[in-house]
């Protein structure tokens, strides 16, 4: 086809049947975005800066309630810089493990083992969530928490005591075991993409395995940050396994040992309650729309510092 | 100075059940060049990559026989250790392109710890760049990327990496394969001033008898991975004993 003359007939309805599916599904996101400034102009309106700026939150059927969404969203970002912090050499271990470590004889045990932790991207995060109420949490008080607020207390961010296992750092921590495996596996797949030329080049000159990956992991720098973005993307929107682990209270997440919440808990939390309260369903899908903008901004970042892994021979 | 010659013997290789390499054999001298040469596809860059262990890297590759750099058993020996030995250039220009320039060439010093301060890094960075007559053209722009060299000037980069280490041995898979005729000229006599003065043995595949008979002091002419014709250069380029060596130089395999 050039592209100075006019479509054949082919072609044109190939283009004609298509293009609706590609609209509808930019469409939605549009659509959505648009949806939830209009739902959060009525709060914005009535509150102002304060829904991010103030931390207190106490709706009121009758007076004046108070809307501060300045915790959830403390919350959610600390508990994402947790989880992808844990991650992130997780990941990279992981990939160093079964792209090097493992002897290359053994290549059936490798692809199991990277199928593996790949497909635990598919686990329902309910699975996770319970998992991390019923045997995380309580073992990270005991074991954890409590040596850490005992002997580190002097250090703001674990000077509060743990009473409870359910906390943000509870919630980092289980957030990074669930996006491990995809930076995984975005890292993996530019580690195996690096060319043959390269790795023979660094092994040439004498390296160690250690000083191989640490050198391969330079040249897929761009990747390793898509992947601890994306991660955060998905530790950010995370839900159901955070609002079972976080704590839902509104403390200041800058103790981590004390529970907390998050945007994505508070909404799921109390949207159901909304509707009682004035105002209460506009502030929440504000929430929503801090949360879309936040996975947008870090996927579309992390797409980009993918794009430009890049290997000019 | 220690001296390495290069010693293979009885050398079979098998990948993946495929006999690649048969009984060959070969003795390179330090202070010497010896070409590799034969058609694409006779196992060359294989024997390349046996000298300095990069086999080792192939899934299903067997290696039988012998190969002595100086007294060190190479089959036997820790990978790390001959590589340590032996420096190589590839086909294909692959300066690291996450690394500026400077870091490329010093990257091989820094690993081996060969450099006490950043002023010794600089003199071995610049003495290798002036070996592989790259200097002049990137001395004003050490700390810049690779991605706007020519694919000659990378390939130069590439040889100055590697010369960097001070190699024993200095392994070539068709350097100058892809790359422009005035980095060509300058990468040939880089390689044999470095054969000399650093009394290196140097060991360059090649398919083209040309390059072989301006650069090299003996030939290994290999075909379907065996060894037909080995010889000094000159000897086998003017009087080929064999039909097969006679009809290569002819450009007729």
């Known amino acids: ?313 | 100075m220690d001296l390495v010659e290069v010693r293979v013997s009885r050398l079979n290789v098998w990948i993946g059940g495929k006999h690649i390499l048969k009984d060959v054999y070969l003795k390179a001298s330090p202070g010497s060049v010896t070409a590799v040469m034969g058609p694409s596809g006779s196992g060359k860059s294989t024997l390349i990559r046996v000298i300095n262990r990069l086999i080792d890297l192939v899934p299903g590759a067997r290696v039988e026989g012998e190969v002595l750099l100086g007294g060190i058993n190479a089959l036997r020996e820790d990978p790390y250790i001959v590589r340590r030995l032996t420096g190589m250039v590839f086909q294909e220009p692959n300066p690291f392109p996450h690394m500026t320039i400077y870091d490329n060439v010093a990257i091989g010093p820094k690993l081996h710890g060969l450099a006490r301060s950043r002023r010794e890094l600089d003199s071995i960075v610049e003495w290798a760049l002036k070996k592989a007559h790259l200097w002049d053209e990137v001395k004003d722009r050490l700390h810049d990327y690779p991605y706007q060299l020519s694919g000659g000037q990378k390939q130069r980069l590439s040889l100055a990496r590697a010369l960097a280490l001070k190699p024993r041995v200095l392994l070539l898979d068709e350097p100058t394969a892809n790359i422009d005729p005035v980095s060509t000229t300058k990468i040939e006599r880089s390689i044999m001033e470095y054969a000399k003065e650093a009394m290196a043995t140097v060991l360059i595949v090649t398919h083209t008898p040309q390059q072989a008979a301006r650069i090299s002091d003996q030939i290994l002419f290999i075909y379907q991975g065996r060894v037909v014709e080995y010889g000094p250069t000159r000897e086998l380029v003017l009087h080929p004993k064999n039909s097969l060596t006679r009809k290569f130089l002819g450009g007729e395999v």
């Open chain 1, 1 to 313: 086809m050039d592209n100075t003359g006019k479509m054949p007939a082919g072609d044109r309805r190939l283009f004609y049947s298509l293009a609706p599916a590609a609209v509808i599904s930019m469409g939605i996101l549009v659509v959505m975005t648009v949806l939830f400034i209009y739902y959060s102009i009525p709060a914005v309106r009535v509150y102002g800066a304060k829904l991010i700026t103030t931390s207190t939150w106490s709706p009121s059927e009758y007076g004046e309630p108070s809307y501060g969404l300045l915790i959830p969203i403390l919350g959610t970002l600390i508990s994402s810089i947790i989880a992808v912090v844990i991650a992130l050499p997780l990941a990279l271990s992981a990939v160093f493990f079964t792209e090097e470590v493992l002897p290359r004889s053994m290549g059936s045990v490798r692809s199991a083992f990277a199928s593996l932790i790949e497909a635990m991207t598919g686990i329902p995060t309910i699975v996770y969530g319970l998992w991390g109420l019923m045997v995380l949490s309580p073992f990270l008080r005991d074991n954890v928490y409590q040596p850490l607020y005992r002997y580190l207390g002097f250090i703001p961010l674990f000077s509060c005591e743990p009473v409870t296992g359910s906390t943000i750092l509870t919630a980092g921590i289980l957030l990074s075991i669930m996006i491990t495996p995809f930076i995984y596996a975005v890292v993996r797949q530019s580690y195996n993409q690096v060319p043959r030329t390269y790795k023979e080049a660094i092994l040439a000159l004498g390296a160690t395995r250690y000083e191989y990956a640490r050198i391969l992991f330079g040249m897929i720098k761009p990747a390793i940050l898509a992947g601890a973005l994306i991660g955060f993307g998905r530790a950010a929107g995370e839900t159901v396994a955070v609002a079972l682990v976080v704590g839902n209270t509104f403390n200041p997440p800058t103790c981590i040992l004390s529970p907390s919440y998050t945007v994505s808990a508070l909404i799921a939390n109390q949207f159901a309650n909304a509707p009682l309260y004035p105002y209460m369903v506009n502030v929440l899908v504000l929430g929503g729309l801090i949360l879309l903008v936040l996975g947008i901004i870090s996927n579309i970042l992390g797409v980009m510092y993918l794009a430009r892994v890049r290997y000019v021979a």
